[in-house]
């Protein structure tokens, strides 16, 4: 929800985290890490789900799929101990519970783009 309140609003993650924890509490230190590192690699997911989603530029994408692809995404490059397919699989997740119906499709479709395009730079959970 970070990164979908940041892209939304416009605004800074620390924007986006300071408006959080006003209303919900302080949120989890992991949430904090993944969204804090999405904002860092934000134009090089971007690059990358670009080059993979033919026909569909991150900025024609709709915000929680971006969201949940640059989140995926981060977690595939980023983060050793989680395996791709999982980032995948809990994607396709996210994404059957807060979009529409043919956003599933969509996102693993894109994800395991990626996960093909890229191979060992995402693989090394």
Same mark, same amino acid.
């Given at each position: 929800?970070?990164?979908?309140?940041?892209? +939304?609003?416009?605004?800074?993650?620390?924007?986006?985290?300071?408006?959080?924890?006003?209303?919900?509490?302080?949120?989890?230190?992991?949430?904090?890490?993944?969204?804090?590192?999405?904002?860092?690699?934000? *134009?090089?997911?971007?690059?990358?789900?670009?080059?993979?989603?033919?026909?569909?530029?991150?900025?024609?994408?709709?915000?929680?799929?971006?969201?949940?692809?640059?989140?995926?995404?981060?977690?595939?490059?980023? +983060?050793?101990?989680?395996?791709?397919?999982?980032?995948?699989?809990?994607?396709?997740?996210?994404?059957?519970?807060?979009?529409?119906? *043919?956003?599933?499709?969509?996102?693993?479709?894109?994800?395991?783009?990626?996960?093909?395009?890229?191979?060992?730079? +995402?693989?090394?959970?």
């Amino acid at each position: 929800m970070l990164l979908y309140q940041s892209d +939304v609003n416009e605004s800074s993650m620390g924007d986006a985290i300071e408006r959080w924890s006003e209303y919900r509490g302080e949120p989890d230190a992991y949430a904090i890490r993944l969204t804090r590192g999405v904002e860092r690699e934000k *134009e090089e997911l971007d690059r990358m789900l670009t080059g993979v989603s033919v026909g569909w530029p991150v900025h024609r994408m709709t915000v929680i799929d971006r969201a949940i692809m640059r989140l995926a995404l981060f977690e595939m490059l980023h +983060v050793e101990d989680v395996p791709a397919e999982v980032a995948i699989n809990e994607a396709v997740e996210i994404a059957t519970g807060f979009s529409g119906d *043919e956003s599933p499709s969509f996102v693993g479709g894109v994800l395991r783009g990626a996960k093909s395009q890229f191979g060992e730079k +995402v693989e090394h959970g």
